[in-house]
């Protein structure tokens, strides 16, 4: 049956629509050798499609998992650094997966991978406003002056941000964790929100990714999805409230490089649930 153009390279993982559109009237697309620069065009399941001459096919499998990612691990499949990477975690699993969005660096958490690329698109894009929430450690313990500021919105050096939510999750003598949902994809957000009011972010603990979370699994382990968590990562793709699991900090922290990396990483599908094991 026959695909618009740009649908297919957003599906097959290439870019967004609008960014595979641009690619369109750039004259980067050909289709059976021959370039293509009208946005209408249709292309059929036997067409050669290629990308500034790379071929491109969707997926003749979707897949869906979750990882747990440590921190002191980047958001990439390899990363030219030598640091350790998403990829590294991924084993033997079949097809390319790649990640959802981000986290940074020395933060922790749900991310999802896929090879969904459409879905992808649309879990990412700003139009669909996903929220993404977060338990933050910070120093300190945060005023509710300080949290009213967060929750009014504070002039960063790249313009205004605003969370959706923000609330004192718990407290310990000199120091807070923050429940704190964004709907931006800006880098490093919601450190640079926490930072702004005066309380640095020394931990940072994403709980779950599109209401799917990471209880039940340890750092550096993935599983795949249940096939009603995926139904429900596709309804958040499509304007579904992001639902949350409950939250629970993450174990207590034990040294800050990355676990190593184990031969088989697949842990096995299990039911959810995270017992709070310290701070």
């Known amino acids: ?20 559109e641009e690619l369109i009237l750039q004259g980067r697309v050909q289709v059976n ?19 500034d001459g790379r071929p491109v096919e969707p997926p003749s499998k979707l897949s869906y998992v979750i990882l747990y990612k440590p921190p002191g691990v980047v958001t990439t499949l390899k990363d030219p650094r030598g640091r350790p990477s998403v990829g590294d975690y991924l084993g033997r699993l079949e097809g390319r997966l790649f990640p959802v969005g981000r986290l940074d660096f020395d933060a922790e958490g749900a ?19 996903v929220k993404r929430t977060y338990l933050a450690k910070v120093k300190g313990i945060p005023s509710e002056e300080s949290i009213s500021k967060l929750r009014r919105g504070v002039r960063l050096e790249d313009g205004m941000a605003t969370p959706v939510e923000v609330s004192l999750f718990e407290k310990a003598e000199r120091n807070a964790w923050l429940k704190i949902a964004v709907t931006e994809g800006r880098p490093h957000l919601v450190k640079r929100l926490c930072a702004a009011v005066g309380h640095p972010v020394v931990r940072l603990f994403r709980p779950s990714h ?9 750092q550096g382990e993935l599983r795949p999805l249940l096939p009603e968590e995926i139904s429900l990562v596709k309804a958040v793709g499509y304007g579904k409230p992001v639902p949350e699991p409950g939250l629970r900090l993450p174990p207590r922290r034990h040294g800050h490089g990355a676990p190593r990396v184990e031969p088989k990483t697949m842990a096995p599908t299990r039911a959810r649930g995270q017992k709070r094991s310290g701070r």
């Open 210 to 218: 599109a209401g799917v979370g990471v209880g039940g699994l340890r």
């Open 33 to 51: 050798g021959r370039p293509v620069t009208e946005l209408g065009s249709k292309v059929e399941a036997s067409d050669l499609v290629t990308v």
């Open 1 to 20: 049956m026959p695909e618009r153009l740009q649908k297919f390279l957003a599906r097959s993982g290439v870019a967004s629509r609008r960014r595979a």
């Open 111 to 129: 991310l999802l991978l896929t090879n969904d690329g459409e879905l992808a698109q649309r879990l990412l894009h700003p139009r669909y406003q």
